[in-house]
């Protein structure tokens, strides 16, 4: 089992561009979940997914859009980057709510 | 305001000694904790975790103890190893949420041969 993936692992962009960022798990895990970690601070919720079909906005949602594609895949899109998006953006998924997450490897993002 | 607090930026032992790293939380509707190990360039790892309604959790190594009327727990690693240098966050869950990991900005362990 791969458990959670992620592409890219790094990516570059301009201030004002847009990229999705993908993730699947092959847990058959019911909950996906989307965080970024800033520099010197624990990783913040930015949209999750309950299950196949709903999401929802977490602590930072601002600038960032979600689609749940089926049950393995949840994206995370930025349809204008800007500079305050540079961070490391991490997928992660769990059996159901409450339960224990499990994180991708993450995708670096700087915008320049 | 920072509900999951882990106070030592860094920690440093030597191989074989224990580890404690400590953690406070501030919301008393947290009800299940998680310890996670980070190494650079790559996803947290979950190590351990502990329900609210225990006190104490082992596995091999690792020991969680969760003291709630202080609202601390901490994780124990006996006997550290080099392998053990990361860097370890504790996270909650519940609060008003089961979706949100609320995170501490994590603690830098460096065990030293």
């Known amino acids: 089992n791969a458990g959670v993936t992620q592409t890219p692992k790094f990516q570059v962009l301009k201030t004002g561009q847009s990229m999705t960022l993908q993730c699947a798990q092959d847990m058959n895990h019911n909950s996906m979940y989307w965080y970024r970690q800033d520099p010197g601070m624990g990783l913040r919720l930015i949209y999750y997914s309950a299950s196949e079909g709903t999401t929802d906005k977490g602590e930072v949602p601002n600038g960032y859009n979600v689609s749940r594609l089926n049950k393995r895949e949840f994206s995370l899109r930025l349809e204008s980057a800007a500079p305050s998006q540079t961070s490391v953006y991490f997928c992660?998924?769990?059996?159901?709510?409450?339960?224990?997450?499990?994180f991708g490897p993450g995708t670096r993002l700087l915008v320049l | 305001d920072q509900q999951v607090k882990q106070n030592s930026p860094s920690l440093s032992v030597q191989e074989g000694r224990i580890s404690i790293l400590n953690c406070d939380y501030t919301n008393s509707m947290f009800d299940y904790f998680l310890w996670y190990k980070k190494y650079p360039a790559e996803g947290p790892t979950f190590l351990i975790s502990i329900s609210s309604i225990k006190d104490k959790n082992e596995d091999g190594r690792f020991t969680v103890f969760l003291n709630k009327s202080a609202k601390h727990l901490s994780l124990h690693i006996v006997p550290s190893q080099p392998g053990d240098s990361a860097v370890y966050f504790c996270a909650a869950l519940g609060g008003g949420s089961n979706y949100k990991l609320t995170f501490g900005k994590g603690t830098l362990l460096t065990v030293n041969p």
């Open positions: 992660a998924s769990s059996e159901k709510a409450g339960e224990t997450q499990y």
